[in-house]
């Protein structure tokens, strides 16, 4: 909702918040280990559902996990952020982060053969790859990135043209026979990519498109069914999500986030098992709405999801996928609603992949009415955001070709090996940020690692994100969290840590694998 506002291009000032509590978040990491552990090698191939799962090609349960990078359906006609950093630097830090899935936003203005992508840099070696291509080649290098992390690719069509939203999946400016263009091109463009997954059909249906009408001007269910079914008529391979509306028999909600009329009125597509409902739902920093004020919030919370969409999942009829939900947690109200959403979701640790499925908005810092899981610098990590949704986290997923695997060896037979590089990803002499990667250079899985080292100076962890830590003097021993522990042969996994002061050099670092 208010896309406009959440698109605008303006710092959001940081908030001082109250963590979520270190010990319980390291208690809920151990307990998951073990389940995260034994899923960890789904998510190979394309994906289809299985009453309210969905499944992987061997018929593994997979959650996807994920975080929406914004800006192709923007002026910009590309990913934001890329006037600050690499492209990949980012896509390794959301891995590093936990999660696995990216949700990507774009226009139907990238396929014009007039649009050319802006605000990039190119200086120090920065997207060297990316100089020349125009919008749809860099998501073709963004996909194939994002594949060689082990990050799956969900493609939303977010708005007809860059200048802004629209209720219905058309304008006069775009009819729907360009929409439907359009979307037949990117289901063969990335066709045998198995990295897409799916297809996000329109974002935020509101008023005036109706659910189950029967008016084929305004009812988005009908038109989902012609936009999916032409979607699988070039790849019946992949997922077609379909978000709700505003309103439904009187009944209003968020923008996108009504999916009452789904039990009466399914998406019924040429190809079974391929469709996933897709609600997004929003706190106080985007807009008020009455569940917020009654007396009994949060805990009235369930029950106002389970009207709106949470009935698909636990009726069996679907996989749903909050495919948006946000807040700049600024308001008490807003971190209660969040905390209270993140327990909805199911927690991984409990149930594995057998929970619903989301996408954080957004990674940007720049949404205007949400803020980011990146602070305003585009490097820094609001960990209180980003420490909300550990307990809903899964893991990430096998690599599609390419060389982004890792840059380990290769072990000895069967024996448990891993490797480990530290890389100083920012200093400002007072403090430093840095990223570990840590990559199974054995021929056999591991459920766990551990990684030490020993720093040259008075160097202090202050604070350390997808592995939690000891440190005695200058010695730091860093173990796996809950989501990145297992890893198979090749495969990696990266966290990151503040410290202070700066200015110290590279430590060598050990890595020891179970």
Sequence with gaps: ???????????????????????????????????????AAAGAGYWHTSGRQILD???????VAGINWFGFETGNYVVHGLWSRDYKSMIDQMRSLGYNTIRIPYSDDIFKSTTVPNSID??????ADLQGLNSLQILDRIVSYAGQDGLK???????????????????????ESTWITNLKALAARYKGQDTVVGIDLHNEPHDPACWGCGDTATDWRLAAQR?????????????????????????????????????????????ANRVVYSAHDYATSVAQQSWFSDPAFPANMPGIWDKYWGYIFKQNIAPVWVGEFGTTLQSTVDQKWLAALVSYLRPTSTYGADSFHWTFWSWNPNSGDTGGILKDDWQSVDTVKDGYLASV?????PATGGSGGGDGGSGGGGTASCAAAYTVSSDWGGGFNAEVK????????????KVTWTFGGAQQI??????????????????NAAHNGALPAGGSASFGFGGAPGGGGVPSVSCAAA
């Design 153 to 175: 690719v969900i493609l939303d069509r977010h708005r007809p043209d860059a200048g802004g939203q629209s209720a219905l999946w058309y304008t006069a400016a775009v009819p």
């Design 438 to 449: 840590v990559t199974n250079t054995g021929t056999t899985a591991i459920g766990s690692w």
């Design 462 to 479: 202050t604070s350390m994100w997808n592995a939690s830590y000891t440190q005695s003097g200058a010695a730091v021993t860093a173990v």
């Design 1 to 39: 909702m208010f896309r406009s506002l959440r698109r605008m291009l303006c710092g959001v000032a940081a908030a001082l918040l109250i963590p979520l509590g270190a010990g319980a978040q390291t208690a809920l990491a151990a307990e998951a280990a073990h389940d995260v552990a034994a899923a």
């Design 393 to 397: 986290k899964a893991p990430g997923f």
């Design 122 to 127: 190119f200086s120090s070696g920065k997207n």
């Design 57 to 63: 090609a061997a018929g593994q349960p997979v959650r």
């Design 227 to 271: 936009g999916g079914n032409a979607v699988l008529s070039v790849n019946p391979a992949l997922l077609i999500f379909v978000e709700g509306v505003q309103s439904f028999n009187g009944v209003s909600g968020w923008w996108g986030g009504n999916l009452m009329g789904v039990g009466q009125y399914p998406v019924q597509l040429d190809v």
